[in-house]
């Protein structure tokens, strides 16, 4: 098997490790979708202990912070090391129509899973539509409102 050499490969990997700002994005990719009345969040954290998860939420800024600690062997010279290891952070702001207070959160098999509630006030609903006259109008249909036609007051 031939390889091509190229002095420059390992400095440029290097220098675009060092000059990329979006990499500690890549170290926590995430998913968030809506399912119903709530979002889910999920992040890959393999390989990290689970007491070093932390997941709070300060107004609206919910904040995810994870740390890996990597084995340090001073004995060994490395061939190539690219797992990397110390604090990764994921911040979202998550809007005004999100209960705070019912957050939840699960982490399994290096998964983080966040539950996040969207406040009751916040759900769509059915706004019932008033007539000024003689009904209400409701889901598109018109429907009678109670009258006192061919009653008899006593």
């Known amino acids: 098997m031939a390889h091509n050499f190229d002095p420059f490969r390992d400095f440029d990997r290097m220098a675009g490790a060092l000059l990329d700002t979006r990499s500690a994005l890549r170290e926590m990719p995430m998913d968030l979708y809506r399912e119903g009345d709530h979002y889910i969040l999920t992040a890959d954290l393999p390989g990290i202990d689970p007491g070093s998860v932390d997941v709070d939420v300060d107004g609206q800024l919910l904040t995810i912070r994870a740390e ?35 957050i939840a ?23 019932v539509i008033e ?19 061919g009653q008899v007051e006593s």
Not at 79 to 97: A, K, P, V, Y
Not at 133 to 138: C, K, R, S, Y
């Open 68 to 102: 890996r600690t990597l084995a340090s062997n001073d004995n060994v010279k490395w061939i190539t090391r690219e797992r990397r290891g110390g604090s990764f952070i994921r911040q979202l702001n998550l809007g005004q129509g999100i209960d705070t207070n019912s």
């Open 105 to 127: 959160a699960h982490y399994n098999n290096g998964v983080l899973s966040v539950t996040i509630p969207v406040r009751e006030s916040a759900k769509p609903r059915k706004i």
């Open 131 to 149: 007539t000024g006259a003689d009904g209400v109008v409701e889901g598109g249909q018109l429907e009678d409102a109670p009258s006192s036609k």
